[in-house]
């Protein structure tokens, strides 16, 4: 089946502790992206890629580092210095011409301890 | 992109037509509209789309007025699983960029057994 996977579902870490979550899909889609959902609050988005070695920041990039080395992965890493990492993580991902359409992961829930 | 305007929150029985209500007044001619949900814990989904004809697919239907000013999506037969917060989202049809998707507060569809 194509989709898109995250893993984790649930992570604990330790204040002071950096922890990378995973994204991957197999849709064959150019374009990834990382959001955050907060409770009872929209997506923020956090980095983006458009295609394989390139990534850009979303409005809330500080604290977190992204890279893009394969088509396929996307993996998010949230460092020490993100001053409030608890939250909902969701990774999504979308095709090169219909970047509206998004197709999400069943997200990554990170609570810090 | 265009401000929507839902209502928080709707209940709807199991087995009838579940419509939800989306004001978009000041759509401009280029920008499409969108419907996603959202299941409590899992990542958004998304529905359908369509710029001024009304759209069918497996999942729901979309009904946008003459004007443009307003859209309903209609779930035709409401089971339990369709419980979640349902967004509608007004933006241009991107081919060029990767854009992130800005959800609002969206309308919490409760189908009651």
């Known amino acids: 089946d194509g989709g898109i996977t995250q893993s984790p579902k649930y992570l604990f870490r330790k204040e002071g502790q950096n922890v990378t979550l995973s994204c991957e899909q197999n849709?064959?889609?150019?374009?990834m992206y990382w959001y955050r959902q907060d409770p009872g609050q929209g997506l923020r988005l956090i980095y983006y890629s458009q295609i394989v070695n390139d990534f850009q920041k979303g409005d809330i990039a500080e604290g977190y580092s992204v890279s893009r080395e394969k088509k396929e992965s996307f993996p998010l890493t949230v460092t020490s210095a993100q001053k409030n990492p608890t939250a909902f993580y969701l990774c999504?991902?979308?095709?090169?011409?219909?970047?509206?359409?998004?197709?999400f992961g069943p997200g990554t829930r990170l609570t810090v301890l | 992109d265009a401000k929507t305007t839902q209502p928080t929150s709707m209940d709807c029985a199991e087995g009838r037509a579940a419509n939800l209500p989306c004001n978009h007044s000041t759509i401009s001619g280029n920008e499409y509209v969108y419907w996603y949900r959202q299941i409590h814990s899992q990542g958004p989904q998304y529905i359908i789309h369509?710029?001024?004809n009304n759209e069918t697919n497996e999942m729901a239907s979309l009904i946008i007025t003459e004007d443009r000013k307003s859209s309903t999506l209609i779930l035709p037969h409401a089971t339990l699983r369709d419980t979640a917060v349902y967004y509608c989202i007004v933006r241009v049809f991107s081919s060029g960029s990767a854009r992130q998707l800005t959800f609002g507060s969206g309308t919490q569809l409760t189908v009651l057994p």
């Open positions: 999504a991902s979308s095709a090169g011409l219909v970047y509206n359409e998004q197709f």
């Open positions: 849709l064959n889609h150019d374009a």
């Open positions: 369509g710029l001024k």
